[in-house]
T-cell receptor, first 112, second 116 residues
Framework: GESVGLHLPTLSVQEGDNSIINCAYSNSASDYFIWYKQESGKGPQFIIDIRSNMDKRQGQRVTVLLNKTVKHLSLQIAATQPGDSAVYFCAGVTSGTYKYIFGTGTRLKVLA | GAVVSQHPSWVICKSGTSVKIECRSLDFQATTMFWYRQFPKQSLMLMATSNEGSKATYEQGVEKDKFLINHASLTLSTLTVTSAHPEDSSFYIC????????????FGDGTRLSIL
């Protein structure tokens, strides 16, 4: 079946360093991917998305990279700040269903 | 923009009662809304998809008579957990999408439901 997984459950990063959160997906038909940030007790907040016809997309302090060959995407956060501490989810979407398949999440801890 | 409001944010009730959760898109019209359930330290699991004016589509294993979904307008969807039991305790999150299916979903802040 479909799955979207994350390599690491927890990532600790020093404040000011760059963070890289990885995500693997299994369904080669997935053609749209989204990264969400979820703070404790809140709903997921949209960060950035990327379509399968792209390899890279940049936002404010964030970059998403997509490698369709190995079915892998990553979220890079530049100059990580304490406010970036949260759980990050990737979601893959298949154009046929448009349902989101969420990964298990990575908790990002920013160390002062 | 793209604000989704969910109410209530937290509810505690006795076993056997029914609980209604509202999901509103505040600044856009949502043709489609989604309901998810999230257990502690786990990911979001899609329960059902609702389109305005039509019946919701439930995911496999989700009891439609247990989780009643109504999407009566382009800005409001409701989830009613009927005859709730302790195993229904969870974090319920809605999302809304405007327009075409390749647009991102925007999520509410969730409702923490505790059944005693």
């Amino acid at each position: 079946g479909e799955s979207v997984g994350l390599h690491l459950p927890t990532l600790s990063v020093q404040e000011g360093d760059n963070s890289i959160i990885n995500c693997a997906y299994s369904n080669s038909a997935s053609d749209y991917f989204i990264w969400y940030k979820q703070e404790s007790g809140k709903g997921p907040q949209f960060i950035i998305d990327i379509r399968s016809n792209m390899d890279k997309r940049q936002g404010q302090r964030v970059t998403v990279l997509l490698n369709k060959t190995v079915k892998h995407l990553s979220l890079q956060i530049a100059a990580t700040q304490p406010g970036d501490s949260a759980v990050y989810f990737c979601a893959g979407v298949t154009s046929g269903t448009y349902k989101y398949i969420f990964g298990t999440g990575t908790r990002l801890k920013v160390l002062a | 923009g793209a604000v989704v409001s969910q109410h209530p944010s937290w509810v505690i009730c006795k076993s056997g009662t029914s609980v209604k959760i509202e999901c509103r898109s505040l600044d856009f019209q949502a043709t489609t809304m989604f309901w998810y359930r999230q257990f502690p330290k786990q990911s979001l699991m899609l329960m059902a998809t609702s389109n305005e004016g039509s019946k919701a589509t439930y995911e496999q294993g989700v009891e439609k008579d247990k989780f009643l979904i109504n999407h009566a307008s382009l800005t409001l969807s409701t989830l009613t957990v009927t005859s709730a039991h302790p195993e229904d305790s969870s974090f319920y999150i809605c999302s809304a999408r405007a327009g075409s299916r390749d647009q991102p979903q925007h999520f509410g802040d969730g409702t923490r439901l505790s059944i005693l």
